[in-house]
């Protein structure tokens, strides 16, 4: 396809800014101490996203309790006491986390973890103890991560296991890691328990098609069962108990087609009550029916996709959230006992009513798997309208309705945005995701093709005007589509994205080494096929890579390393078509300071401008 540079429409005025959709949102993950007096959640506090706490039952007191000054706090969790909160930061995007822990009350903010170069992981806790928390670190081995018991008060850290070459660890109630899984050697896995102190033995095992999905949750409160998702015997996932003496399973929730996806466990008993199915739209299925009434009582309160972010102790009082695909986020603290709600914020409140409406599609790709997705028009128009593919990463992940502020900026532009899950995505059963082994760049990329073909046919997308977007995986897509279908595309935009599978695959950290046996199987193997690889890589492709391109990376980014980019520019630059590159000095894998962010989309939606004649917002605006 000929590249033609258009003359940009400028939105000033009627687009949504893009600070409303790209800038820190203003309330964030809400969730309720232990001992259910707190409520916690995260806000911006001079322009840096911070935690913030307030009593419940009131509206005047809410206070921030952290400080951070630099890349901000979004995910946190109360510790077990109701006095503390814990959480984790990286510096720059580096992924080697510090656990730090504030106190509700005095603000006093301490580093538990203080070893550079070490990432920490919180691995467990059990409300029922109060006093102290299991974390990873991978200071002796940067490949593994030992379980220290971490005194939350005093800082404490003792070593209580030497990890022998497990992922997923799993503690029961007494704190005492008792399950791991093992990756093997030909991509499968296996899961192994032991008795306190005792050997390591194994409990299930399964091969590489039931690898991904196969995931240890948690004990019951005797510490005799193990609960468990996996895909072993059937296609999509389900939720079975398994018997730790004898092996023997017990399904407790399953989908024909749908893998399951969270579980919610009532931490005083131990038991698994809801669980969801991601389908076009979440479902979420009660497994009592004391729980039931509670989810017929939430279901009248709002009509978006219900989610149970957070409870309390005594599982008496719930923290719900709402999410929609047009619209902000309503959370609320619901009280199972009086089956009030008491409305507490939306997370972007000044998006409500100025958002596009997002439809489910599916089609039948070239060789007759049934592809889904999501479509999102622009306000007023649905004929042939320029379109922008926006790819997910992973790639073992999906693409749901929700919000998202991708998709709703390019429709509010004037683009068709198409999201697809593609093959390999996860959700929809073992055979699909498995159907993606080693098919990047081929039937991964074929399935986006089709997707376009769809839109074409109906009479939504003018293929003339057809651009392709994608962070991660979703950046290797688009750099796959402009050195093996350019044809198909006016431009491209890749952020973050692998150029070269050969050196990525050589890159991988070490903590990820552990599943390097299925992460082979999946993509393919660069000490036994490198050639193959190579076939499948955008870097030696380059010689075709004549469309406008758009690349920006993270310099701290350690999955998708700087090397990734910067080969494929010099490349690029090489052949006489040199890309846009923004490099982002203090950024890791994506964007997570506001100020990037805002770059990065103000850069990406003049170039979209330019090259397929939407609207855009000039970036002093």
Same mark, same amino acid.
């Given at each position: ?462 293929? #003339? ?6 962070? $991660?995986?979703?950046?290797? &897509?688009? %750099?796959? @589509?402009?050195?093996?279908? *350019? +044809? ?68 701290? #980014? ?6 990734? $980019?910067?080969?494929?520019? &010099?490349? %690029?630059? @090489?052949?006489?078509?040199? *890309? +846009? ?41």
């Amino acid at each position: 396809m000929t590249s033609t540079a258009q003359h940009p429409k400028t939105g000033v005025g009627s687009v949504v800014p893009r600070v409303d959709l790209f800038g820190n949102p203003e309330h964030i993950t809400p969730s309720i101490s232990p001992d259910g007096r707190w409520l916690a959640w995260v806000a911006p506090h001079e322009g840096v996203l911070n935690v913030w706490v307030r009593q419940v039952g009131t509206d005047d007191d809410a206070r921030p309790v952290t400080a951070d000054r630099d890349r901000g706090i979004r995910e946190y969790m109360w510790a077990p006491d109701s006095a503390h909160i814990l959480y984790l930061r990286d510096q720059g995007g580096d992924e080697n986390s510090h656990l730090y822990v504030v106190s509700v009350r005095s603000g006093e903010v301490r580093d538990l973890t203080p070893f550079d170069g070490v990432k920490a992981v919180l691995l467990a806790q059990e409300l029922q103890i109060t006093d102290r928390v299991l974390v990873g670190l991978n200071k002796n081995n940067p490949r593994l991560h030992d379980v220290y018991e971490l005194h939350v008060a005093s800082g404490d850290l003792v070593k209580v296991l030497d990890n022998p070459g497990l992922l997923c660890l799993v503690a029961d109630s007494q704190l005492d890691v008792r399950a791991g899984v093992r990756s093997d050697q030909d991509g499968g896995r296996t899961i192994l328990v032991r008795e306190v102190g005792g050997e390591w033995r194994p409990l299930l095992t399964v091969d590489q098609i039931d690898a991904l999905s196969t995931v240890p949750l948690g004990f019951d409160g005797d510490g005799r069962r193990l609960l468990v998702k996996t895909s072993a015997d059937v296609n999509a996932t389900r939720l079975v108990w398994i018997d730790v003496e004898s092996g023997e399973q017990e399904v407790v929730a399953e989908d024909p087609t749908y893998d399951v996806g969270s579980v919610f466990v009532d931490d005083s008993t131990k038991l698994p009550v809801l669980v969801s199915f991601q389908r076009e739209r979440l479902h979420t299925q009660a497994l009592t029916r004391e729980i039931q009434r509670d989810l017929d009582t939430l279901a009248a309160l709002d009509d978006g996709d219900l989610h149970i972010v957070a409870a309390d102790r005594a599982n008496r009082t719930w923290v719900v959230s709402y999410v929609h695909a047009d619209g902000p986020t309503a959370s609320y603290v619901y009280d199972r006992v009086t089956s009030r709600a008491e409305f507490l914020f939306h997370d972007r409140p000044c998006l409500a009513g100025r958002l596009n409406d997002v439809k489910p599609f599916s089609f039948t790709a070239r060789d007759g798997l049934e592809i889904h997705g999501y479509l999102t028009f622009p306000a007023g128009n649905a004929e042939k309208l320029p379109a922008v593919l926006l790819v997910h990463g992973g790639p073992w992940a999906r693409d749901t309705w929700r919000l998202n502020p991708e998709a709703q900026w390019l429709a509010d532009r004037g683009y068709l945005c198409i999201q697809v899950n593609f093959r390999g995505s996860t959700g929809y059963g073992k055979a699909f995701t498995a159907a993606g082994n080693r098919e990047w760049g081929a039937k991964m990329h074929t399935d986006l093709l089709d997707a376009i073909t769809f839109a074409v046919e109906s009479g939504y997308a003018d293929p #003339d005007r057809i651009g392709i977007y994608g962070c $991660s995986y979703g950046g290797y &897509a688009a %750099l796959g @589509a402009a050195a093996f279908t *350019p +044809e198909v595309f006016r431009c491209a935009i890749s952020l973050c994205g692998p150029s070269n599978l050969e050196t990525l695959l050589r890159a991988i950290p070490p903590y990820f080494t552990l599943m390097l046996a299925e992460i082979y199987a999946q993509v393919g193997n660069p000490d036994t096929e490198p050639e193959f690889l190579r076939s499948r890589s955008p870097y030696f492709h380059a010689d075709s890579m004549t469309l406008p391109m758009l690349i920006a990376q993270g310099a701290n #980014d350690v999955r998708v390393p700087q090397a990734e $980019s910067d080969q494929i520019v &010099a490349k %690029l630059r @090489a052949n006489g078509v040199p *890309p +846009e590159y923004l490099l982002f000095k203090d950024e890791g894998h994506g964007l997570e300071k506001p100020a990037n962010r805002l770059t990065f989309y103000a850069r990406a939606e003049w170039f979209l401008a330019q090259h397929l004649d939407g609207q855009y917002e000039p970036e002093s605006a």
